[in-house]
């Protein structure tokens, strides 16, 4: 009866033994956070660790490092279970392109119709530099209404400046 009695008490003792042996969740957590930081990839990830269950939140780069904290944390000796709530950061946004320096050109027929409204004025010249007409040349005033009518017709924006009045 006593040999029963001490088989027990030393069941029990090695039981006890066997299950302080366990890591504490504060030594796990240290174990955690140290392997966290060790990888650069998981620097947004946070731990807490509570009997054995540890809880893995904070903000990562992307899916690949959520399932990289997680697989991380589980490899830690005393941890039974993991919770990831980590979220994913969303992607930046594209670069917003620089505006490409667009010269636009009046088209062919609007060209023609600047040309065929000068066709009876003498004396001037026009140039097409990109989007605007660049008149030249000597006119009179009732020329240059004209000319002013013409180009607000067609919707032509212009350069005027080169042109002089007839005396």
Do not use: H, W, Y
Not at 94 to 115: I, R
């Amino acid at each position: 009866m006593k040999l029963t009695k001490v088989l027990t008490a030393a069941i029990v003792v090695a039981t006890l033994s066997i299950a302080s042996c366990k890591p504490k969740d504060a030594d796990i957590k240290a174990k955690i956070e140290e392997a966290i930081k060790a990888d650069p990839m998981m620097s947004g990830a946070m731990v807490d660790v509570k009997d054995g269950v540890a809880t893995i939140s904070g903000e990562v780069k992307d899916t690949a490092c959520k399932s990289l904290c997680e697989k991380t944390v589980a490899g830690i000796k005393g941890v039974d279970k993991v919770v990831n709530n980590c979220t994913v950061a969303p992607p930046p946004p594209p670069p917003t392109p620089e505006p490409a320096s667009v010269t636009t050109v009046l088209d062919a027929a609007t060209q023609q119709k600047v040309k065929d409204g000068l066709k009876d004025i003498k004396g001037v010249t026009v140039t097409f530099e990109g989007e605007k007409a660049v008149l030249s040349g000597e006119v009179t005033k009732a020329d240059r209404m004209k000319i002013m009518q013409m180009l607000a017709s067609a919707k032509v924006k212009s350069d005027v400046t080169k042109l002089a009045d007839k005396k």
